[in-house]
């Protein structure tokens, strides 16, 4: 049965271990790769269909979508080495 304490354990788990992207080199398809098992971790973490519809899953999980998580933390690095 699921349980919705479970899912935000799994969640926490999953943006613990699986969100550090530090010194990883990123183009446009491996942007895109992580993309794709990022959400599908997602729907494991809350047992959802395979195949709903992608823009949703990370706003169901009160998450940024990764592309604009990532984005975020490339301007927070710029602007960090700006002001040091």
């Known amino acids: 049965m699921f349980c919705e304490r479970d899912a935000l354990v799994k969640l926490k788990l999953l943006r613990s271990y699986c969100s550090d ?3 990883y ?4 398809s491996s ?3 992580i993309c794709i ?4 971790g997602l729907r494991r973490v809350w ?4 195949y709903p ?9 009160g998450l940024l979508q990764l592309k604009v998580e990532l984005v975020c933390r ?3 690095f710029i602007t960090k080495c700006l002001r040091a």
């Open 47 to 50: 047992g959802l269909y395979p």
């Open 74 to 76: 490339c301007a927070g």
């Open 25 to 28: 080199v990123l183009s446009h």
């Open 37 to 40: 098992a990022w959400r599908r």
């Open 53 to 61: 519809y992608s823009a949703l899953i990370a706003p169901l999980c």
């Open 31 to 33: 942007v895109e790769d």
């Open 21 to 23: 992207f530090y010194g």
